[in-house]
């Protein structure tokens, strides 16, 4: 079996990192190797910090740190959601 490594070009992810309680975003990342490690490198998107004091400054992660990721459309698409909150199931009487 071929070992590949996705594509996330033009999506945004949210990632939670082994012993992190709160997941991080980042939008567009690529892979990119940095001193032995493979990296997920991208930027900040807008909604991401407090007063997007962050917005657009470049960020990396750690695959070998990720313990689950989701993969949005765009920011557009991770706030909609994030605002709408969990759907809850009707139940059948």
Not at 1 to 29: H, W, Y
Not at 42 to 52: H, I, L, M, N, R
Not at 75 to 87: F, M, V, W
């Amino acid at each position: 079996m071929k070992s590949r490594l996705p594509s996330f070009a033009n999506r945004v992810l949210s990632v939670l990192c082994v012993g992190e309680d709160t997941g991080q975003l980042i939008a567009n990342p690529k892979w990119e190797m940095q001193g032995g490690r493979l990296f997920l490198v991208g930027a900040v998107p807008k909604k991401a910090s407090q007063d997007d004091w962050m917005e657009g400054l470049p960020c990396a992660i750690a695959w070998d740190t990720v313990q689950d990721y989701v993969v949005f459309q765009s920011i557009d698409d991770y706030l909609t959601r994030l605002e709408n909150g969990p759907r809850k199931k009707k139940r059948k009487r």
